[in-house]
């Protein structure tokens, strides 16, 4: 059964050949194996565009890197981009489950208002992307 409602992962280094590129392509797949849709994009690019024409997702994966984050996380332009998003997708669907992808060590730079609208933290290379997508 295939699924129409898009699993949509945002990554800027979905399409890349680097390690992280290579395990969200990974779990991508494994998401595929499972019977889910799975859109892939680089970028937010407009949010508010991005998150209307996106409201069919069935649940949104976003990829953030350590390196995204700069000392005083209330003013980080990563955070106030996830913040953002965020809004915008509420405003659509206040229940779209909305994931965060990153190193475990990132957690700690999301805020407390953040972490609340989201489903879950997926731990890169914690788990098999298999038992991820079984989730």
């Known amino acids: 059964m295939k699924f129409r ?3 949509v992962i945002i990554d800027e280094d979905f ?3 680097n390690t992280s590129g290579l395990g969200i392509r990974a ?3 494994a998401f595929e194996s499972e019977g889910f849709e799975v859109l892939g994009v680089t970028s937010y690019g407009d949010l508010s565009q991005f998150a209307q024409q ?3 997702a069935s649940a949104f994966i976003l990829s953030i890197d350590d390196e995204e984050f700069t000392p005083g996380p209330d003013l980080d332009p990563a955070v106030l981009d996830l913040r953002h998003f965020i809004t915008e997708v509420r405003r659509k669907n206040l229940e779209v489950p909305i994931y965060v992808y990153g190193e475990t060590k990132t957690s ?3 805020p407390n208002d953040i972490l609340r609208e989201l489903h879950g933290f997926i ?4 788990d098999t992307p298999e038992f991820v997508a079984r989730h």
């Open 5 to 7: 409602f898009p699993i």
């Open 123 to 126: 731990h890169m290379f914690e």
């Open 27 to 29: 779990l991508a797949q």
């Open 108 to 110: 700690r730079h999301i």
């Open 15 to 17: 399409r890349s050949e």
């Open 54 to 56: 996106q409201s069919r």
